[in-house]
């Protein structure tokens, strides 16, 4: 079974890549975001406060979060399909409010254990490329391959305003490049598991290259595990 693991900072692509990734070498793709994203749906919809760490836990714990490569008509335009206790919320966990929802519930070190324990079964069952902030140091630390995947500020703003404009989501520049900055601030500065590349990792660096080209680079290197 192969494992890869794909850290980096928001907006560096990792989404994106995996998925392609995932597709051309037949393994599954999994957005570890966004089951810290589905914590924070969880919590609002218990109507538990984003601190209440124990509750959060507990309450995620409990839940059956499941994702699937989009199937029929999920194909359209999600990377990913997640499904929480039966319920589809593919798109309700893309909410500004749950971005800023998930950054607050993933400070917690026992919801961040609930998740790790649910990827690491995501994995042991089949091959995977997985994608988040600690998954080369945490979550997958035998991984076969591990890649740092990054892009400077600027770019990564770009691609997301980009991505927003094409979504129809209103927005300037200068608002997506200040949320950026805020969101690297948390997860730079988390206490637990800040992001950081691991000795060894591959630093892929994507400014200025395009998708195809680091898919690419990253399928050529998966094939040989
Ligand atoms: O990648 P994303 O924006 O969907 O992630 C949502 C939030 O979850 C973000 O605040 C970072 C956090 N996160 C984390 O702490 N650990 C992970 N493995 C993945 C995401």
Redesign the pocket.
Known sequence: MVQIAIDGP?GAGKGTVARLVAERLGILYVD???M??AAALIAKRAGVSGEDEVRIAKLVDQAKIELRQPQGEERDGRLITVIVDNEDVSWKIRTEEM?QG??VV?KHPQVRAVLVQKQQTMAKKQSVIME????AYRVLPEANLKIYLTADEQERARRRFKQMQERGIESTFEKVLLDIKW?DA??FG?KTDPLKMVKGAWLLDTTGMTIEGVVDKIVRRGKNL
Request: proline share 0%.
């Open positions: 928001v570890t975001g966004a810290y994203r971005s998930s950054a993933s988040g902030r600690d998954i969101r948390q997860d988390r």
